[in-house]
């Protein structure tokens, strides 16, 4: 959520942001300005009213004493009346406040002026490449082929149980996920700092609206109407929701947490390559990396958050490149996205596995998380940034294809041996 004083001050700023972002409508910043402007008028007239009401009773009790008894009951019927409309405008106010309140989480944040202007894919710019995509003197093989002849997953039995997209992991392919599990979370937490941290898997309305998935991507969540539940589309969710309401300390930032959970996601996808395999599914395992820091920290706490995403792919000896996303593929809630993607040497393209973003005060504003100024003052919102440290299916995919030898085994990288037991599949 956007701060009103910012959308008072530089609402072109806002509208031109909904059109780099393609994200709503621009007259909704019309709409909050005069909604904000009818709340701040009944506002204004609201105290008037309890101040007369006020000044008006304690001549009351000073004319009753007085013997002036007339005078004092006709005080009492006007100040009755005023009450009377003090009540209804308490009403108004409420209505208005939530008007007011529906309208800013239509708004988009704003992109940090680095961010390029595009409205596709195409218009992201590559900014870092690293690695060599392997020479092979044999076709390589896509992944769901490799898949399917060391009996790793099962996709069609997961589509009889559940649905496309919920795959059965199977023998070493389900050794091979809880590797990487276990990997992931011990770099976040040994050499990145990060406090681990096991959330629950489905949430309230109020933590997806705390986050930006409601109300923009409502349709891509599963939920469970009956208790008024969604399934976590990612550990973003519950973890930026662990202090929400809350006031911290300002020593106490930054915070770092990392999180393992399964994600459950609704979005529609397609036919062909592209989403054949483990391209896209519904239901995935990733391990999430997500921050709160000091608002003048932020950018310096992106590019860590970074490092610590590709230092992933650098011990899996993944050849990978990172994105610097354009507006208009960057998402509603983040002011500032990076994209990493790791090689595909059986298919021959680049696979998304992790975002890494910073969101400034946009989330921390709608869940109000603060924290507590060092040397005193107002409460302060804080920034939040979150980054997939990693998303499990497309790295699988790319560790088997890009370690597949010409016997037909699949090597496992050294840094990944001690978490598999094993060294090749095969």
């Known amino acids: 959520m956007l701060d009103l004083h910012f959308i008072r001050e530089h609402p072109e700023r806002v509208r031109q942001a909904i059109r780099d972002k393609r994200a709503g409508d621009v007259k909704t910043v019309d709409a909050v300005l005069a909604a904000d402007e009818r709340r701040r008028a009944l506002q204004t007239e609201l105290q008037e009213l309890q101040h007369h009401v006020n000044t008006r009773s304690k001549e009351i ?6 013997g002036r008894r007339e005078e004092a009951q006709a005080i009492i019927a006007e100040t009755g009346q005023m009450k009377e409309r003090i009540k209804a405008l308490d009403e108004e106010m409420r209505a208005a406040e939530a008007r007011l309140e529906r309208l800013l989480l239509e708004l988009p944040n704003v992109p940090h002026p680095s961010v390029p202007v595009g409205h596709s894919p195409e218009d992201n710019v590559v900014v870092h490449e690293e690695g060599t995509p392997p020479a092979f003197d044999f076709e390589p093989l896509p ?28 023998g070493a392919g389900a050794r091979l996920q809880r590797a990487l599990l276990n990997f992931f979370l011990d770099l976040a937490v040994r050499e990145g700092g990060y406090t681990e941290i096991q959330p629950p898997y489905v949430v309230n309305a109020d933590s997806a609206t705390g ?17 008024g539940l969604y399934l976590i589309p990612t550990a973003e969710v519950p973890v930026t929701n662990f202090f929400r309401g809350e006031i911290l300390d300002e020593a106490d930032l930054p915070v770092r947490f990392c999180a393992y959970t399964p994600c459950f996601r609704r979005e529609a996808g397609s036919y062909g390559k592209d989403v054949r395999g483990l391209n896209r599914l ?12 000091h608002p003048e920290q932020s950018y310096e706490a992106l590019e860590a958050l970074r490092e610590d995403a590709e230092r992933v792919l650098r011990r899996l000896g993944l050849p990978y490149r990172r994105l610097l996303m354009c ?5 509603f809630t983040q002011a500032k996205k990076y994209d ?5 040497a059986g298919q021959q393209r680049w696979l998304e596995v992790s ?14 998380i603060r924290y507590r100024p060092a040397g005193g003052g107002k409460p302060v919102v804080l920034h939040t940034l979150n980054g997939s440290g990693l998303a499990f299916p497309r790295v699988v995919a ?3 294809e890009h370690y597949q030898q010409p016997d037909g085994t699949i090597h496992i990288p050294d840094a990944l041996q001690p978490y598999t037991g094993f060294d090749r599949i095969g």
């Open 398 to 400: 790319a560790l088997l």
């Open 143 to 170: 992944h769901w082929e490799l898949a399917d002849r060391h009996h790793l997953i099962d996709f069609e039995r997961g589509a009889k149980v559940t649905g496309a997209g919920f795959p059965f992991y199977v």
């Open 211 to 227: 986050t930006g998935q409601l109300p923009d991507k409502e349709d891509l969540m599963y939920e469970v109407p009956r208790d």
């Open 340 to 344: 990493l993607e790791v090689w595909s």
């Open 355 to 368: 975002s890494v973003s910073n969101f400034e005060a946009f989330q921390a504003r709608r869940m109000q």
């Open 282 to 293: 519904h239901q995935f395992d990733k391990v999430e990396l997500v921050q709160f820091v």
């Open 61 to 66: 009790g000073t004319l009753m004493k007085a």
């Open 327 to 331: 507006t208009g593929d960057m998402g």
